[in-house]
């Protein structure tokens, strides 16, 4: 009878440690589905993508001639700030130069010979250059300008008539920027999707509950490698013959057409304030323009980042199976070992915590290395605490 003991619990066992993985693989998916992300992981995540891409050189920094990174920072004008409610002038703002923007606008419209342009300058305020400035946009072919969602959650569209599409980011804490999001209210697709979409002819598609992209999972959210950061524009960087001011490229408009249209042939061009500090967001690479965090999500969605295939769904169900061994066996043997390093108890709940804590952040390490996808360790560390308890009681 023993053995036949033996064999059930056995059989018990496995079975309520492949139930756990299924439950915690389920709850991944659910996890990674949001905008969001625990503030106290962000460490972890800052730390393996900078071994990824800087200790390891792992990040596939994109070639700089595929882009002209266009800075809007010091073309300002003052216009009257009109008080939306009474319509009365209220003071003065200031505002991306217009009339300097349809100048250049007019120069690629008449030979547009770019790739794609993405013009992270909303047009928010009316001013007297609106009309021009729309034809000249209007004539623009593979264009898009940005817009953003107000405190209702709803549109607020440009006041003029253009190609746009939403510039949304979703900080956490400290106006920290982690994760990006595709589709805002089921509908609402960003500049960076709609933006792959038209360069590369495909179209996302919801079946359910999930997002499918090229016959493909595709994750909504998820955490944002940045290939291209902020020190890549400046003076030292190999991107930095990449980026012009608006200023300098009028003026060598002026003295050569043949010269500014060698540098917007068959290229990405990004006109945003990537020297000002309006539009700036704390990442775990440090300060980051708006526009940039734009181009790099199009560059993730455009490498595949968000896509889940079959080999990660296998892989955390075999790592999530094998904690749950641990987990319902009541094995002890790695809070021994940090027990004795801290010179704590065994039975010591932080101790507890840390064990199931270490082995989900080698899980997650390794995930992000294999396939870019970092995984919660907080809550699951909760859980499983909590799961060994349950099981221990009912055993």
Not at 33 to 57: H, M, Q
Request: hydrophobic fraction near 45%; charge should be neutral.
């Amino acid at each position: 009878m023993k053995p036949l003991k033996y064999i059930f619990k056995k059989k018990k066992l496995l079975f309520w440690a492949s139930c756990n993985s299924l439950l915690m693989t389920i709850f991944t998916f659910a996890w990674l589905a949001l905008p969001f992300w625990s503030g106290d992981e962000v460490l972890l995540i800052r730390y393996t993508s900078a071994l990824k891409s800087i200790v390891f050189n792992l990040g596939n920094t994109p070639p700089p001639d595929r882009f002209l990174f266009v800075s809007v920072s010091w073309e300002k004008e003052l216009i009257e700030k009109i008080e939306e409610k009474t319509g009365f002038p209220i003071g003065k703002t200031s505002i991306t130069d217009r009339q300097r923007l349809a100048q250049f606008f007019d120069l690629v419209g008449t030979n547009p010979n770019h790739k794609f342009m993405v013009c992270d300058i909303f047009f928010k305020d009316k001013t007297p250059h609106d009309s021009l400035l729309a034809a000249k946009i209007n004539k623009i072919p593979r264009f898009l300008a940005s817009y953003h969602l107000d405190a209702a959650n709803k549109p607020d569209y440009p006041s003029i008539d253009i190609p746009k599409a939403l510039a949304n980011y979703e900080s956490i804490g400290a106006n920290t920027f982690i994760k990006y999001k595709m589709i805002y209210n089921d509908s609402i697709h960003t500049l960076p999707l709609l933006m792959y979409e038209q360069l590369h002819h495909t179209k996302i598609q919801k079946k359910g509950f999930l997002y499918y992209l090229n016959d493909r999972i595709a994750m909504n959210s998820f955490i944002l490698d940045q290939p291209i950061r902020n020190y890549h524009l400046s003076t030292d960087s190999i991107f930095s013959q990449s980026k012009l001011f608006l200023g300098d490229l009028l003026d060598l408009a002026e003295a050569d057409t043949t010269e500014f249209y060698a540098l917007t042939k068959d290229r990405i061009i990004i006109l945003g304030d990537f020297d000002g500090t309006t539009d700036v967001h704390e990442t775990i690479f440090g300060e980051t323009p708006g526009s940039l965090i734009l181009l790099n999500a199009f560059l993730s969605i455009e490498k595949g980042d968000n896509l889940v295939g079959l080999s990660f769904i296998i892989y955390i169900m075999i790592g999530y199976f094998l904690i749950s061994l641990k987990c319902f066996t009541q094995s002890k043997f790695i809070e021994h070992l940090i027990g004795r390093l801290l010179r704590l108890k065994d039975d010591n709940f932080f101790i507890e915590i840390a064990s199931y804590v270490g082995l989900l952040i080698f899980l997650s390490v390794f995930s992000y290395y294999l396939f870019n996808i970092h995984l919660s360790i907080l809550f699951l560390s909760f859980y499983l605490n909590f799961a060994e308890k349950k099981y221990q009681s009912f055993s």
